[in-house]
């Protein structure tokens, strides 16, 4: 691999461990067991790139590369470990949660790309990648996703995918796009957590 | 595209955009904001009809055309600024989500026919495409889903596709058969709204 | 087919069954109609294999074989009538329902097994088979995954598929791995019922 690709192995598994973490912090709110936890923090690691690569056909990543499985097995048990011991405040992983955002959106937009679809279906992909696993860990724990009404999360997301895609398609280096729109997911979503900038909603309930 | 398969693509871009508002209309009653709104509004417009492609192993019809992705996020966001401006009754969908589930049910049913199905499988999901993005909707917004609990919905997608599946076997040509499948979907559910026909159920809390 | 792959396919076939009707008797505390039951028993017998199907790129099983969708459909509706007329305790179901998931779980593994997937792969799979179609269930059903807190449910039908691996990897003849494997998982299952055997938990509201 290259240094760049190196790179983004890397710090693919550090959001993966970090996204198991986030399943088991959320779910430690409830009454759930050992395995109840390691479900969740498998679904809120690998549950965005599974659905992408079921979307897209692809073999599943954790089914081709079994070191995402093992990092979110073992993530997840750590955190287990740990919050039986110390209080570990959810705002910890807030930095960390950030980067496997970018990390992941980026992965996602990139296959996408490399398998020849355009920046719409690219950059949804990006989305999907970065933000389904937090969904569906939100889902298992019977709550309405986190991401659905907090501050800027999924924005951020598809507007450093669509620049990513914009700049492949103007000719960039794979390298300078993907550290483009990765480097805009993350500034956005920190700046969104700092300033609480959020979207629009509207209350049916007038 | 002959008439009748021209007919049937637009009517199923209507069904499309008829489902992605509801999605967003039920997701009003949440503190989404608007990211969760166009989540759950893709969810409702697509979610059936992915299904049944990743079960029958075919391209996802909105990567191969992506229309329906298009359509789907401009009916949501459309549905989200005029929801905040004026106040739009549900009500008011239920005649094109008839139509929606008709046309759904219809091409899910045709689509497992022309792949080799017999008449169970293509059955099945002709009632997948047309009911699975409402249970999502609902699983979504952390909801029962309103399907298994309200007047006659999938009931009716069965009966239809059995129907078309039945002419087709009979050597009805494809556009009769389709007519007549999708016009009994239709009728019934209509009905089902204007005299409240339900299925029975039971308690277990007795 | 031998002996033995018969015995294993009727297993299978009770398995669906058991499973449909522990959907039906779950979803029975809802005011769901007679469609909501069978969508919920459906969910709960096929959902996990299913799962392992769209993981591991193989075509979906009741699609290949509509025994068992016919199976589930069938056992849905008969617990549905019956359990109108009669009052169903959930126990009945306990010790086919532990059949059950040794089944799913000894058919889930060797499938990953036979497609050259490794130990690892393998175990999750089994556990996938045997324990997704309940967490759908339960999310239908708007309830947090009964296996989340229950007895020890999932952690038999892992080290069995452990079990079922290390031995098949070790040289045991197929026969012997899988009823190594499934005996183990209905044991501990069952030892698990009788002495309410538990995993640690956590709680974050401390």
Chains 1, 2, 3 share one sequence.
């Not at 912090?25 to 965005?48: H, I, N, S, T, Y």
């Not at 920046?119 to 309405?144: F, Q, Y």
């Not at 700046?191 to 900038?197: I, M, P, S, T, V």
Request: aromatic share 8%; glycine share 12%.
């Amino acid at each position: 691999m290259s240094g760049i690709d190196s790179l983004l192995y890397g710090i693919g598994l550090a959001g993966v461990a970090v996204n198991a973490a986030s399943g088991v912090l959320e779910a430690g709110r409830k009454p759930f067991d050992m395995f109840g936890m390691v479900v969740v923090a498998l679904a809120a690691a690998l549950g965005g790139g599974t659905l992408r690569d079921l979307l897209l056909d692809r073999t599943v990543f954790w089914i081709a590369d079994r070191s995402f499985l093992i990092c979110a097995i073992t993530a997840g048990m750590l955190t287990f470990g740990a919050a039986r011991h110390w209080r570990l405040p959810p705002q910890l992983f807030l930095l960390p949660d950030a980067v496997g955002l970018a990390l992941f959106t980026v992965s996602g937009t990139k296959i996408a790309l490399a398998l020849g679809h355009d920046w719409l279906i690219a950059s949804v992909m990006g989305v999907v990648t970065g933000v389904v696993g937090g969904i569906l860990r939100d889902v298992l724990c019977n709550e309405e996703p986190l991401i659905f009404t907090g501050t800027l999360y999924a924005t951020p997301a598809w507007l450093g995918a669509l620049l990513l895609a914009g700049l492949t398609e103007a000719g960039a280096t794979s390298a300078v796009a993907a550290l483009a729109g990765g480097s805009f997911v993350l500034i956005t979503r920190l700046g969104a957590l700092r300033w609480n900038w959020r979207l629009p909603t509207y209350s049916a309930r007038r």
